[in-house]
């Protein structure tokens, strides 16, 4: 069966990594939750995708410049004046429920990584006891090797920009992430077919999709047979979904 990651707490439904995208969520029979996670500048972790808050709410400027108690009075976009949430309000809200943590750590402006923020958020995990129902995923593959050496017994991704698959070539993002022990490889949704899902599985790699997020995208996802994919639209994957499993 493929899994289906409701991204950023399903962002084309609800006002994306929002207490409401994620309490509605809960309600779907998804199997992982994926949202994105910065530090303030006192050494809380934020939920939140953008480096900036300029595109999400009604404030501007990097989140990293700022500390929580600045960010708490910041209101998201489209929602009745909800804040950003913490990781460990985050945590609280997927710990009664079987959905596993699809936690992305993210990079400052210009992809350039925060010190020590893998090691942190992995710390943050292991303290609230969840790191076995986690999956930390990067963009970056220094981020997930610093993940994968913090925090186990949590589950690693890398996340391959098309770009980055195009210009290294497959065979050489397999033999990266094999020469680092990454277990799963996630590809853009429009960069995957038949022939690299099973080169990748005869690596021994799992393998997923990113950007799945309208219902032509998701039919081919599950027609490949991917081992999860990340969607804005976890209503759509999901009805799609059972729509192919009769009974
Ligand atoms: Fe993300």
């Known amino acids: 069966m493929t899994d289906i990651a409701s991204h950023r707490g399903g962002a084309l439904l609800w006002p994306e990594n929002s207490r409401t995208a994620f309490e509605n969520t809960v309600k779907l029979p998804v199997e992982q939750v994926e949202f994105d996670v910065h530090p303030t500048r006192d050494g809380k972790l934020v939920v939140h995708h953008d480096d900036t808050l300029d595109r999400t ?6 989140i990293a410049q700022r500390d929580w108690a600045e960010l708490a009075r910041v209101k998201l976009k489209n929602t009745d004046g909800e804040r950003m949430l913490l990781l460990d309000e985050v945590i609280e809200i997927f710990r009664p429920t079987p959905i596993l943590m699809r936690v992305e750590i ?11 923020h893998a090691a942190k958020v992995a710390a943050a995990l292991r303290e609230r006891k969840m790191l076995d ?13 610093a993940a994968a050496a ?4 949590a589950k690693h991704v ?11 070539g497959l065979a050489r993002v397999i033999a990266a992430a094999k020469a680092a022990n ?41 027609d490949l ?3 999860v994919f990340t969607t804005d639209r976890p209503d759509l994957a999901v009805a799609q979904r059972a729509r192919r499993r009769p009974g």
């Not at 709410?57 to 990097?62: F, H, N, R, V």
């Not at 913090?150 to 017994?153: G, K, L, S, T, W």
Request: proline fraction near 8%; hydrophobic fraction near 45%.
């Open 133 to 145: 129902r986690t999956i930390m995923t990067s963009f970056q593959l220094d981020t997930v090797l």
């Open 106 to 116: 993210k990079a400052g402006p210009d992809r350039t990584p925060y010190p020590g």
């Open 225 to 227: 047979g991917v081992d």
């Open 57 to 62: 709410t009604d404030a501007s400027g990097p």
């Open 150 to 153: 913090e925090a186990r017994p």
């Open 182 to 222: 990454v277990p799963m490889l996630g590809l853009r949704q429009n960069a995957l077919d038949a022939d690299i899902v099973a080169t990748v599985r005869a690596a021994g790699l799992g393998i997923g999709g990113w950007a799945c997020n309208d219902a032509d995208a998701i039919a081919r996802l599950l």
């Open 158 to 168: 890398w996340l391959v920009l098309p770009t980055l698959q195009v210009d290294l």
